[in-house]
C-alpha cells in the first residue's frame, strides 16, 4: 500500500476520470495480491506501476478506445504566497498544464506522468512500460515538446 498515491496519480492520468481511477487502483491491487507470488524481490514500486499501467490500459480498451489511438511521430500543492495576483497566476498555470497533460496522446501522458510527477528514473520507466529506455527517452522528449509547443498557444488559437 505505499505506494498507492503513485499508483492513482497514474491511473487517474491516464484515465482522466477520478472514479474511473479508484476502480482501476482498487483492480490492479487486486491483480497485484492474486499474483504476488510472481514478485521476486526488486523495485515494488516499479512492479505495482507496471500491473496499474496494464491494468489502466486493459480498462481503456474496454471501456475507451478510442483513445488508445496516438501518434508516434518522430521529429495540488499552492505555493505559500500573500501576493493575490501570483497566486492567481499559479492557478491559471497549472489548470493550463493540467489541460494540456490530458490532450497529451496516452503513450506520452504516461511517460511525462511517470517521470515528471511520480520521479521514476529512465530505467523504472522501462521496466514499467516495457519500453526500451532509448524509446522511454524520445517519447518523454516529444511528450515535452508538444507541451511545450501548446504552451504557447493563446486562447483564440493562435501562437505567442
Known amino acids: 500500500m505505499q505506494h498507492l498515491d503513485a499508483a492513482y496519480n497514474l491511473a487517474r492520468w491516464l484515465t482522466r476520470d477520478p472514479s474511473d481511477a479508484d476502480d482501476v487502483v482498487q483492480e490492479a491491487y487486486m491483480r497485484a495480491f492474486r499474483f504476488s507470488d510472481g514478485f521476486h524481490g526488486g523495485d515494488s514500486r516499479s512492479w505495482i506501476l507496471k500491473i496499474v499501467r496494464n ?4 480498462w481503456l480498451k474496454k471501456n475507451r478506445s478510442h483513445e488508445l489511438v496516438y501518434e508516434l511521430e518522430e521529429d495540488q500543492h499552492e505555493a505559500p504566497t500573500s501576493n ?3 497566486l492567481l497566476l499559479e492557478r491559471a498555470d497549472r489548470k493550463i498544464l493540467k489541460d494540456l497533460l490530458n490532450d497529451l496522446p496516452a503513450a506520452y501522458k504516461e511517460i511525462i506522468v511517470l517521470r515528471d510527477l511520480e520521479g521514476l528514473s529512465y530505467k523504472e520507466i522501462s521496466s514499467v512500460t516495457e519500453l526500451p529506455i532509448g524509446t522511454v527517452m524520445s517519447r518523454l522528449a516529444r511528450a515535452r515538446k508538444k507541451l511545450q509547443s501548446g504552451a504557447i498557444r493563446t486562447p483564440a488559437g493562435g501562437t505567442i
Open 55 to 58: 491494468t489502466c490500459f486493459t
Open 84 to 86: 493575490p495576483e501570483e
